[in-house]
């Protein structure tokens, strides 16, 4: 059984940081194509980066230069590293993965249906 788990989250002013962490289970990340998604009360969820199996990655220009993923394929975790919050960061963060290499890595095309695997988010709040 697949798990994936999100923690870190939580309320910072803006200019400041946090690092979102996912902890995988029952799946290789490294041979998984894995992304971060983001949600904001009533709006739709979207991707924020992509990274295939072979790491190649891609970033939503909104995050480009500010956020950072990576993952540690020993300890099954993806990051994301989260910098200059803004207000408009502000949403719920949630890890995805499917097995093998991704079939879009073009971060703007990538849909949350490319995905069969979710965490269950955690909440990023970021306040002027």
């Known amino acids: 059984q697949v798990q994936l788990v999100e923690s870190g989250g939580g309320s910072v002013q803006a200019g400041g940081s946090l690092r979102l962490s996912c902890a995988a289970s029952?799946?290789?990340?490294?041979?998984?194509?894995m992304a971060w998604f983001r949600q904001a009360p009533g709006k739709e969820r979207w991707a924020v980066v992509v990274v295939d199996t072979d790491g190649t990655t891609t970033y939503a220009d909104s995050v480009k230069g500010r956020f950072t993923i990576s993952k540690v394929n020993v300890k099954s975790t993806l990051y994301l590293e989260m910098n200059s919050l803004a207000p408009e960061d502000t949403a719920m963060y949630f890890c995805?993965?499917?097995?093998?290499?991704?079939?879009?890595?073009?971060?703007?095309?990538?849909?949350?249906?490319?995905?069969?695997?979710w965490g269950q988010g955690t909440q990023v709040t970021v306040s002027s």
């Open positions: 995805a993965a499917d097995l093998g290499a991704c079939e879009e890595t073009d971060v703007m095309a990538v849909l949350d249906t490319d995905f069969v695997h």
């Open positions: 029952g799946i290789p990340i490294s041979r998984s194509c």
